[in-house]
Nanobody, 123 residues
Framework: VQLVESGGGLVQAGGSLRLSCAAS??????????MGWYRQAPGKQRALVAS????????NYADSVKGRFTISRDNAKKTMYLQMNSLKPEDTAVYYC???????????????WGQGTQVTVSS
């Protein structure tokens, strides 16, 4: 399984970015898997930002990004997206995507981590 994140960059506070996560691998069925976006800021643990079920019908966000970020997916393109608006300096982090398991509301990532994409928000 290969997950490749892209779309990060340097943006001023209040700006927007759109991240993409392209999935590949002969043994990985993107359309059958729930997916999630995570981020890791310097000196902090990796944290879940948003998750989306395989069909896109159930979506959840961390409180810190609700109303500003939108997760979506295109199963035909095997790609997931994260639209980030009204960015804040505290959103600065490396952003990762991963397939996840969602059981009774608990989101657990598989061990398919990619290289991530850096998002830096200047004040």
């Amino acid at each position: 399984v290969q997950l490749v994140e892209s779309g990060g960059g340097l943006v001023q506070a209040g700006g927007s970015l759109r991240l993409s996560c392209a999935a590949s691998g002969s043994t990985f069925s993107f359309s059958m898997n729930a997916m999630g976006w995570y981020r890791q800021a310097p000196g902090k643990q990796r944290a879940l930002v948003a998750s989306i079920t395989s069909g896109g019908l159930s979506i959840n966000y961390a409180d810190s990004v609700k109303g500003r970020f939108t997760i979506s997916r295109d199963n035909a393109k095997k790609t997931m997206y994260l639209q980030m608006n009204s960015l804040k300096p505290e959103d600065t982090a490396v952003y990762y995507c991963n397939a996840v398991r969602i059981n009774y509301g608990l989101v657990t990532p598989y061990d398919y981590w990619g290289q991530g994409t850096q998002v830096t928000v200047s004040s």
